[in-house]
């Protein structure tokens, strides 16, 4: 989506002049180019939104085979972006690791990989990679933009960025700005790959990888996920696989276990480079920014309708902030509808919640169908 | 408290045959020896909990000299733990790195340090310790033993463990066991810490310190201490000393100069053996299993008087959680008074909450007297 001729600017000055793009698309183009809707991956997503992907493992990517696509239960033939109807588009994020240019990637001048040399990105470019994916697919405009989490906020810039080229904007678990505590918690995910051993300052590429830092990473990402009432219910303090303590700091607990499964399975998977880059575009959005700070201002560039979904118990982007986006755009008389879901699974409930994300995004999308 | 004569047996199954004990005493034993209350530290506190300490530097121990105890805001003269009135002990945990034998002392069988030898200990061997330690001062009967988070289970397990010798027991901000949320915390900031290329497996003490992941450990137990709210009233988004991003990992914002500078401070006066020993004995905790896992069960043993405090922001020791230990002991007929403290925080609060706490306290506490 970039190169010598196209070179892509980004937000921190600097700009890339090789931009490739990952992206798979479901369903069909209608005739009016009116039914196209983009899905915004979060953190640890990639373009394979839905169903199966057989040619998974010949690309180099076998987690891929072993299970559907990250939003499957909300993508696909029937569901809430019923894909009999719409034109659903999904893609990697610029500076990830699944597709899309990223830091493990050679930089043109070097030959090398980027390693942290990778420009810091932020929700901004994204959203201007996905605008020209949207090109060169000859959509003009989205009828819809959808994410979850930092996925969400993607959704909020389409709107406020390209406010011509979307018809209905729906941030999920996604405020306009992420709240200090989700700052202090990336801050320290980045300091444990920072202080890996095998980190050696990004340029890793050729030797052993800093899997342990990047585990270390994703469980605290993972328990920000989750709620303290999801975390009771799943383990208690049940011990896994054994009927006394270890007397030692082997994992004991089922919780302990589950966090290293999903820390060693995470590493596998994920370039600690780009786990870097992707919480620092987290901490540095701002949708206010469009309004010189003020968001009321900000998302009064937004023409599109809106349904604003927050879950109950998710404490990353909590129902107060994502609440602060909605009373934001009735002040700036935007037409949105806000739900506060009733949950008890955290952050991740906008991938569990499927029967009350279903009714409701179905819903917003015929109303946008209909108008 | 031990030597070879008298060995410390403990909880995993291994003894010690020397442990020396950091204690500190405020305010004067009386004639009766009935007005002792013993303080129990958390994980970061040691003996000195209150007053200015001159000898600081000498002991080397600078930043002790550059702010008064940890508790000093309610142990003092005229303060809820009043040492006009009462005779006050605190002493530093088993297994720290405050005076009290740890990780960084000689193994007596090698003469170097232990380091992850030294064995895995409990709450039950830290009030093993504070027992004999109360032998040693000729305290038979504690007025009180008062402790916030890990002291308060210290708290819990003194009254539990020696019915006898407890007349009044207030826990604070502490619940009968760990809920997985804050195991799972644990398991971060002991990753982050093993994972240190200056760790090596613990015998880091004649060279470089594995400073970097005990820093990235004291952030995560920083955040936990905090709620959303006092982050947010803290910090907010706000940069620190610039009015620009910095388009780097560097740290922007405020919340993230606040965490390292915690990180630094922190890693400077302790020690990481210490940190992974006593957050352990922080997930082994369950004062259940004096009930064969009944809670009921186990708090019957108790004869004291309960005040136990809950902090309505705690999200490391929830109310909810503090709840249940108070509705145990009302199941099991024994005197408690249960308040959740209202404020905004966070687990910090039974340190901050000081108006609150002092009325609460001094008034339980004279009604020890009293009876």
Redesign the interface.
Known sequence: MADAAHPLALA??RSLTSVEVEFETYGELSPGRDNAIFIAPALSGGAHCAGWDATAEERGRAWEATRPGWWDDCVGPGKAFDTRRYFVVCASLLGGCYGTTGPADADPETGRPYGQRF??VTVGDWVEVEARLMDHLGIDTLLAVAGGSLGGQQAIEWALRFPDRVRGCIPLAASS?????G???N??A???I????HFRGGDYYDGPRPD??L??AR??GH?SYLS?MS??R????RLQDRSD?S???A???Q??SY??HQ?QSFARRFDANSY?AIT?AM??Y?AADHGGGDLVEAVRRATCRWLVLAFESD?LY?PEECEKLARALEAAERPVRYVRVPSTYGHDAFLLEVAAVTDLVREFLAGLQGS
Do not use: Q
């Not at 700005?177 to 505590?181: A, E, K, R, T």
């Open positions: 921190c000055g420009p810091i700005s992420l709240p200090p505590m700052i202090a918690l801050v320290v980045r300091e444990a920072l202080n890996d051993p342990g830092g585990g270390t469980m605290l328990i303290a975390l009771e799943k383990f208690g303090r303590l007397w030692s700091l994992p004991d607990f919780v302990e966090l290293h820390a870097l620092r901490d540095y701002d404490w909590p």
